[in-house]
């Protein structure tokens, strides 16, 4: 069974780090395109990152994330990262996860982990 | 960036009933378009990928049509459990922007 479940999230303060977590099972990970996605309270979608898979460690940012956000795999752990630095309070949401199929397209999703951005 | 501009964003039915969403492309995506079904406190559930391809395990009464700039997400017979917020997706080019999203509601 697929299954994919993300952890991490917590309250941190503006300026401060998270390191978010997405365990990945019953499928091989490397062979797989990574999205995270998020959402923040009330609203809606929003896409915040891809890593793709294979040779090409190559991943894409929403402007918003750019150079605060990095996401990372560890396909031997089967596991996904979003590390994520210099918080704000704007990055308040729950965090999902998805495997991608085709092109990119979020087959499988974690349950999401909510990451709240206050002082 | 694309934008994906959802219409309605919000439509009352009722159980049976025929409903269409649309979902417009600021510019041409092919039809590099997902539609997610979500529910309060759930994550997104792919419905239809490729804009027509209907992804496995979901039921016959949903369909997606479109190319190019203008797609659309019919539910044919409402159940009670489609009711939900559906949100359309383009990956056609980085950043995969969503639409607004479309509250389906009894």
């Known amino acids: 069974e697929v299954q994919l479940l993300e952890s991490g999230g917590g309250l941190v303060q503006p300026g401060g780090s998270l390191r978010l977590s997405c365990a990945v099972s019953g499928f091989t990970s490397s062979n797989h395109a990574f999205s995270w996605v998020r959402q923040a309270p009330g609203k809606g979608l929003e896409w915040v990152a891809t890593f793709f898979h294979g040779d090409n460690a190559d991943s894409r940012y929403a402007e918003s994330v750019k150079g605060r956000f990095t996401v990372s795999r560890d396909d031997s752990k089967n596991t996904l990262f979003l590390q994520m630095n210099s918080l704000r309070a704007e990055d308040t949401a729950v965090y999902y996860c998805?495997?991608?199929?085709?092109?990119?397209?979020?087959?499988?999703w974690g349950q999401g982990t909510l990451v709240t951005v206050s002082s | 960036d694309i934008q994906m501009t959802q219409s309605p964003s919000f439509v009352s039915a009722s159980v049976g009933d025929r409903v269409t969403i649309t979902c417009r492309a600021s510019q041409d995506i092919n039809t590099w378009l997902a539609w997610f079904q979500q529910k309060p406190g759930k994550a997104p559930k792919l419905l239809i990928y490729s804009a027509f391809i209907l992804q496995s395990g979901v039921p016959s009464r949903f369909s997606g049509s479109g190319s190019g700039t203008d797609f659309s997400l019919t539910i044919n017979s409402l159940q009670p459990e489609d009711f939900a917020t559906y949100y359309c997706q383009q990956t056609d080019s980085f950043p995969h922007t969503l639409g607004q999203g479309t509250r389906l509601e009894i």
């Open positions: 998805a495997r991608t199929i085709v092109r990119f397209f979020g087959d499988y």
